[in-house]
T-cell receptor, first 114, second 110 residues
Framework: EPEVTQTPSHQVTQMGQEVILRCVPISNHLYFYWYRQILGQKVEFLVS????????KSEIFDDQFSVERPDGSNFTLKIRSTKLEDSAMYFC????????????FGPGTRLTVL | GQQVMQIPQYQHVQEGEDFTTYCNSSTTLSNIQWYKQRPGGHPVFLIQ?????EVKKQKRLTFQFGEAKKNSSLHITATQTTDVGTYFC??????????FGTGTQLKVEL
């Protein structure tokens, strides 16, 4: 069964450093998403991406964040200058279409900012 | 902004007992989805409800979408230890963005 993959599974970084989280969505999916989940809390939407551009973003997704689909398979989330409060699990997800948007989540990347 | 609340926050049941979690949105939803997250895992899609008043069943799980499309519930009949996890509702307001609820953590004891 096709699945969303994410790398790395765990990333430790120093405050102020840049990180890039990588995702490979399911191959025939057209919509891509990033969510984050602070330990023990709910899943929070960051951004959705379709047709090589951002379609929606939350207030969390400020200028420190950016997304890119550099080739036909990868979807990346960059945090330019990490803060302590960016420590969380980051999930990538993808869905087939807008009309039926069952979202398939990857296993997540745990980001720890020291 | 849109807020989605769930109650209860935690529920401990004995195996075989029923379980219900309730989800309420501050705004009308175009559809609602339910996800299950096992401890240490990622959200896994369970179902999507689109129509006002819709009821769907998956084996021991029954999902309802309210008439006003602002609330939903998930009921599990005769819980099993495999049902352990956190159940999230997630509302779509019109775009593809999902606003997740606060979640209900279910623990099932033998």
């Amino acid at each position: 069964e096709p699945e969303v993959t994410q790398t790395p599974s765990h990333q430790v970084t120093q405050m102020g450093q840049e990180v890039i989280l990588r995702c490979v969505p399911i191959s025939n999916h057209l919509y891509f998403y990033w969510y984050r989940q602070i330990l023990g809390q709910k899943v929070e939407f960051l951004v959705s991406f379709y047709n090589n551009e951002i379609s929606e973003k939350s207030e969390i997704f400020d200028d420190q964040f950016s997304v890119e689909r550099p080739d036909g398979s990868n979807f990346t989330l960059k945090i330019r200058s990490t803060k302590l409060e960016d420590s969380a699990m980051y999930f990538c997800a993808s869905s087939v279409s807008r009309a039926y948007n069952e979202q398939f989540f990857g296993p997540g990347t745990r980001l720890t900012v020291l | 902004g849109q807020q989605v609340m769930q109650i209860p926050q935690y529920q401990h049941v004995q195996e075989g007992e029923d379980f219900t979690t309730y989800c309420n949105s501050s705004t009308t939803l175009s559809n609602i989805q339910w996800y299950k997250q096992r401890p240490g895992g990622h959200p896994v899609f369970l179902i999507q409800l689109v129509k006002s008043g819709e009821v769907k069943k998956q084996k021991r799980l029954t999902f309802q979408f309210g008439e006003a499309k602002k609330n939903s519930s998930l009921h599990i009949t005769a819980t099993q230890t495999t049902d352990v996890g956190t159940y999230f509702c997630a509302g779509a307001g019109g775009g593809n963005k999902l606003t997740f609820g606060t979640g209900t953590q279910l623990k099932v004891e033998l």
